[in-house]
């Protein structure tokens, strides 16, 4: 087979041509890769930097939270002295009892087990 040298010659121009236009393809379709994964990181950025606001508003309130809570403690330990001094100088002294948790009446013992609080007691009228 006999091959003309001007058919070769533009074949191998569109060869040519053909591999500069899939290198500039290949060069484009990178800067664009690269931009929108500048544009995607500046997002994540944003984002993060929105969540690091949030959260430090978040402990900032959790921090007041904390401090009136120990403010309201103290507030509640200071009245519950006062009302203690305050029966203390009214009536008997009243005997030496252990501090239960709140709902553990099983612990506690009357010594009149008969005795019911005076709320308790029904009227007939």
């Known amino acids: 087979m006999f091959r003309d040298p001007a058919s070769e010659s533009a ?69 519950i002295v006062e009302i203690r001094e305050a029966l203390d100088g009214e009536g008997p002294e009243p005997a030496a009892e252990p501090v239960l948790p709140l709902g553990d009446e099983t612990a506690k013992v009357d010594e009149d087990e008969d005795a019911s609080p005076p709320w308790s007691e029904s009227r007939e009228d």
């Open 11 to 79: 074949i191998d121009q569109a060869a040519k041509r053909l591999e500069r236009a899939i290198a500039l393809l290949e060069q484009r379709l990178g800067e664009r890769g690269r931009r929108d994964a500048a544009d995607t990181g500046g997002l994540f950025d944003q984002d993060r930097a929105r969540l690091a606001a949030d959260l430090d508003q978040a402990r900032a309130r959790q921090h007041e939270l904390e401090s009136a809570g120990a403010e309201a403690s103290a507030a509640l330990g200071r009245a």
